[in-house]
């Protein structure tokens, strides 16, 4: 088994929040050392990063709240798991016109829920969305993570042959998604500053807004060239 911790990453060097703010978030630990005292983990800023970690910061960092603790068990998965770019289409059209697959993934919310890229309405819009865009971290730290894979997923698909090359389209696509993570990130900063001086407001409505239209724009496109 491996244990998966919810940690204030405000105690964890090596990760963004360190010493600026407090920041729940889960880490793998895949080992330990008691001559020098540090558990060995994985986390994430930005990318993947691997370090150790004095077991007296674990501890202050929420080691001791057994609720947090997750155990995952390694098993090898014996069934061969293929590519499938018919889901794929599906899923990126449900995304880009925020439609409810709650019953066929078996993952049921709330039915006053929203999906995909109607989020951004709620979060722009509501009283209760701005609220929470403004005042949960969090919340832009999904928002980029949502972003940065669509980079890693168009690189895949160009090699596997599902966007051609040469496609002009592809060549704006990757850029527009680029730009969608530098706005995600940009977004994610702007956030933190403002909790601390509550002088950041409209500021963060902006930057969630121009994200909100490189998505519509990237996702538009994606389904015409896939």
Partial sequence: YYPVICLDEYYIPNRNAYKKYHFFHH????????????????????????????????????????????????????NKLCFDIDKVRHMIYDY???????KIYDAYLDENSVYGLKIFDELIKTDRGRKLVLED???????????????????YMRKKGYIETDDINYRKLSDIGANMVNVARSLNLMIVKNIISKQNEEKVIRELKKLYALEQEFFSLFLCII
């Fill in 27 to 78: 880490n793998l630990v895949y080992g330990y050392d008691d001559i020098q005292k540090v558990y060995m983990t994985v986390g994430y800023a930005d990318k993947l990063v691997y370090n150790n970690i004095l077991y007296d910061l674990m501890n202050k960092s929420g080691l001791e709240r057994e609720s947090d603790i997750i155990r995952i068990k390694n098993v090898k998965n014996k």
């Fill in 96 to 102: 880009a016109f925020g439609k409810d697959n709650n």
């Fill in 137 to 155: 971290v969090r919340i832009s730290y999904i928002l980029y993570e949502h972003c940065s894979p669509m980079s890693d997923r168009l690189t």
